[in-house]
């Protein structure tokens, strides 16, 4: 599978390894691979994600991740939804951690804590790399760019699109912001 990727696209591989290690994250899921995606500095999907001003945003884009992190993948937006039906996820969050330590919906424990190791890929992050191949294929091209990994962090509901959403980089914005960038390259 890695052979059609773009050494961009390797680098965001092995970024969400090393950011599952900065984490403490056992395994390697979306919040990682966005989380790399905003360490590249020049690569199309830095220049998207420049563009849309998340790249400006990526401390706040950071916080928000562990946010969800924190809450086992539970979104603002799931959280505001499980609000309305009268449901605190703070104070569920709260209470586990009491029960069982800080961080215990996460799945990780403390940063730094863990020795390194190879980390796996969550189903969820092992689902992006096959839908971006999809998507570069789709497209007609042959090499798998961190460009489509973007676009496959938000095609589909996951804790990376609800994030990128709220800071304004939905699947739509992404893939005009891509055309606007090819525009300037080709003119």
Do not use: N, W
């Not at 086992?72 to 039906?85: E, T």
Request: cysteine-free.
């Amino acid at each position: 599978m890695f052979e059609k990727f773009t050494a961009d696209a390797r680098a965001v591989v092995r970024g969400a390894a090393e950011q599952a290690d900065r984490t403490g994250s056992g395994t390697v899921g979306e919040p990682e691979l966005l989380l790399a995606l905003l360490e590249r500095t020049d690569s199309r999907a830095a220049r998207v994600l420049a563009a849309l001003g998340v790249h400006a945003r990526r401390d706040a884009v950071a916080d928000d991740l562990a946010a969800v992190r924190r809450r086992g993948g539970v979104s603002p937006a799931d959280a505001a939804a499980l609000a309305g039906l009268g449901i605190d996820i703070d104070e569920v969050v709260t209470r586990v951690e009491r029960a069982h330590g800080v961080g215990a919906l996460a799945g990780g424990g403390r940063a730094g804590r863990r020795k390194r190791t190879r980390r796996p890929f969550t189903a969820e992050a092992k689902s992006v790399l096959e839908r971006a191949l999809r998507i570069a294929a789709g497209r007609g091209e042959r090499y798998l760019g961190d460009e489509h990994l973007l676009m496959a962090l938000t095609a589909r509901p996951g804790p990376a699109a609800a994030v990128l959403a709220d800071h304004g980089a939905t699947y739509g914005e992404v893939l005009r912001a891509l055309e606007e960038e090819r525009g300037r390259r080709a003119g």
